[in-house]
């Protein structure tokens, strides 16, 4: 069974840093290519990062470029996002997803609360 | 930057077929992915590459893919299709998602 696990969010001030993690199982982690994806609450979807099964390609969404920096482990079945420099609009609830024609899996997220 | 654009909602009735529409320029170009997403839950694929669906998702779920406009369409709508709808496009380098569409079973 394919699983997706999160960690690593809480409440962090303004201008902080946070580190997530994704474990993942289930699957051969290194012939996929990851996402993370957040959501506001009680907003729509929004892609954030995207790295490439080999770790050599990666994208980011104009809000967070410069600011967070994803990658991953193959040897550890991780994916990793390192969130630097955080906003209020930051909040959100992140999923970590595998990309494969769609993304086909899901964790079930974690919550990053940025606020003073 | 690409954009998606999805109706804020669509109602239907029990066991009628609702219609979520999906525009964006020359969409039918790309492959579309659709997500239903219940309250409090991760989203699940339901369409992938604009017709496909996904083991277990039942064949009340289908999709199109055409011109400017992408549909995803809910034949026999039941109390447990009621969810947040969201289209999906790779665009230019980024991961481009509709505003997402909240569809109301009457």
């Known amino acids: 069974e394919v699983q997706l696990v999160e960690s690593g969010g809480g409440l962090v001030q303004p201008g902080g840093s946070l580190r997530l993690s994704c474990a993942a199982s289930?699957?051969?982690?290194?012939?996929?290519?990851m996402n993370w994806v957040r959501q506001a609450p009680g907003k729509g979807l929004e892609w954030v990062s995207y790295?490439?099964?080999?770790?050599?390609?990666?994208y980011y969404a104009d809000s967070v470029k410069g600011r967070f920096t994803i990658s991953r482990d193959n040897a550890k079945k991780s994916l990793y996002l390192q969130m630097n420099s955080l906003r209020a609009e930051d909040t959100a609830v992140y999923y970590c997803?595998?990309?494969?024609?769609?993304?086909?899996?899901w964790g079930q997220g974690t919550l990053v609360t940025v606020s003073s | 930057s690409y954009e998606l654009t999805q109706p804020l909602s669509v109602s239907v009735a029990l066991g009628q077929t609702a219609r979520i529409t999906c525009g964006g320029n020359?969409?039918?170009?790309?492959?579309v992915h659709w997500y239903q997403q219940r309250p409090g839950q991760a989203p699940v694929l339901v369409i992938y590459?604009?017709?496909n669906r996904p083991s277990g998702i039942p064949e009340r779920f289908s999709g199109s893919n055409s011109g400017n406009t992408a549909t995803l369409t809910i034949s026999r709508a039941q109390a447990g299709d009621e969810a947040d709808y969201y289209c999906?496009?790779?665009?230019?380098?980024?991961?481009?998602f509709g505003g997402g569409t909240k569809l109301t079973v009457l």
């Open positions: 999906q496009v790779w665009a230019s380098g980024t991961v481009v």
């Open positions: 289930g699957f051969t982690f290194s012939s996929y290519d």
């Open positions: 020359n969409i039918g170009s790309k492959n």
């Open positions: 790295i490439s099964s080999s770790g050599y390609t990666i």
């Open positions: 590459r604009n017709t």
């Open positions: 997803a595998r990309e494969s024609q769609g993304i086909d899996y």
